[in-house]
Antibody, heavy 125, light 108 residues
Framework: DVQLVQSGGGLVQPGRSLRLSCTGSGFRFNNFAVNWFRQAPGKGLEWVGFIRSKTFGEATQYAASVKGRFTISRDDSKNIAYLQMNSLKTEDTAVYYC????????????????WGQGALVTVSS | EIVLTQSPGTLSLFSGERATLSCRASQSVSNNFLAWYQQKPGQAPRLLIYGASSRATGIPDRFSGSGSGTDFTLTISRLEPEDFAVYYCQQYGGSPYTFGQGTKLEIK
């Protein structure tokens, strides 16, 4: 079965750092991009960023709200993607999700077919 | 950045009725890479539709997606009790990926 299992959430003070992990199983992890999303309490979904597969140079893109503070990386030998969050702000408080994005098949990309269970990050003093 | 506007904000219907949800983009969505998600409280989003009109694996055929360019629609042909939830559209044709603000589908 395809699974994405997340770890690493918790309570952190403003200005500090936290790293989230997203471990994939049941599929060829190295063939897929990984997106990170977040959802603040009672709010809608927000894209945080993605990392492409090695085939596409492990290219990354980020939302403007986190660019320069958050870094996405991956270790395909361990089937893990990471979200390193630095200089955290209170407005970063949210449930963070990872989700896979497949390669193009006949010109169509399936994005977000499997998601992690979510990790709550609370930024507060 | 592509802004997605969903309408209505809330839709109140009876089980068995047909639901039509709209998602309008501020500019054309590249390759019609438009997805629809269902989210229930305390759960991760569930992919329903990708590429504007392709049903994801395991999704009942009462869910269908249509549209292209800037106007997209999610239709639920006959509502079941488990369909009452929040629905989001998302474009993934270009960075930054963006979501609509959501449509809450509630039981009348």
């Amino acid at each position: 079965d395809v699974q994405l299992v997340q770890s690493g959430g918790g309570l952190v003070q403003p200005g500090r750092s936290l790293r989230l992990s997203c471990t994939g199983s049941g599929f060829r992890f190295n063939n897929f991009a990984v997106n990170w999303f977040r959802q603040a309490p009672g709010k809608g979904l927000e894209w945080v960023g993605f990392i492409r597969s090695k085939t596409f140079g492990e290219a990354t893109q980020y939302a403007a709200s986190v660019k320069g503070r958050f870094t996405i990386s991956r270790d395909d030998s361990k089937n893990i993607a990471y979200l390193q969050m630095n200089s955290l702000k209170t407005e970063d408080t949210a449930v963070y999700y990872c989700a896979r994005e497949g390669p193009s098949i006949f010109g169509v990309v399936i994005s977000g077919d499997y998601w992690g269970q979510g990790a709550l990050v609370t930024v507060s003093s | 950045e592509i802004v997605l506007t969903q309408s209505p904000g809330t839709l109140s219907l009876f089980s068995g009725e047909r639901a039509t949800l709209s998602c309008r983009a501020s500019q054309s969505v590249s390759n019609n890479f438009l997805a629809w998600y269902q989210q229930k409280p305390g759960q991760a989003p569930r992919l329903l539709i990708y590429g504007a009109s392709s049903r994801a694996t395991g999704i009942p055929d009462r869910f269908s997606g249509s549209g292209s360019g800037t106007d997209f629609t999610l239709t639920i042909s006959r509502l079941e009790p488990e369909d009452f939830a929040v629905y989001y559209c998302q474009q993934y044709g270009g960075s930054p990926y963006t979501f609509g603000q959501g449509t809450k589908l509630e039981i009348k």
